[in-house]
């Protein structure tokens, strides 16, 4: 396994922005696919982005076009840059990494977008 820790949520008003970190123990390199997940209260828990080992990536279609997911290999780090925040966008952001006997997640860091 490997732990992550998630960090850059915060307050910020509708229409601002916020870049969530991810850092992980080791090296993810060799992940197969690493993501940010929310959970907001009452709702279950949704991907909002993936990065794959190759570069790919895939979006929640409430975040396309808002939201960019990317890695930094050397830096064993995931980023989720946000833009044009809405209210609906609250919630707690998960960091997600996935490979061969793996699946782990961080903590979590809230994200408060008021109106």
């Known amino acids: 396994q490997v732990q992550l820790v998630e960090s850059g949520g915060g307050l910020v008003q509708a229409g601002g922005s916020l870049r969530l970190s991810c850092a992980a123990s080791r090296s993810i390199f060799s992940f197969g696919a690493m993501g940010w997940y929310r959970q907001a209260p009452g709702k279950q828990r949704e991907l909002v982005a993936r990065i794959t080992s190759g570069g790919s990536t895939n979006y929640a279609d409430s975040v396309k076009g808002r939201f960019i997911i990317s890695r930094d290999n050397a830096a064993n780090t995931v980023y989720l840059q946000m833009s044009s925040l809405k209210p609906e966008d609250t919630a707690v952001y998960y960091c997600?990494?996935?490979?061969?006997?793996?699946?782990?997640w961080g903590q979590g860091t809230q994200v408060t977008v008021s109106s």
């Open positions: 997600n990494a996935r490979g061969y006997l793996l699946d782990s």
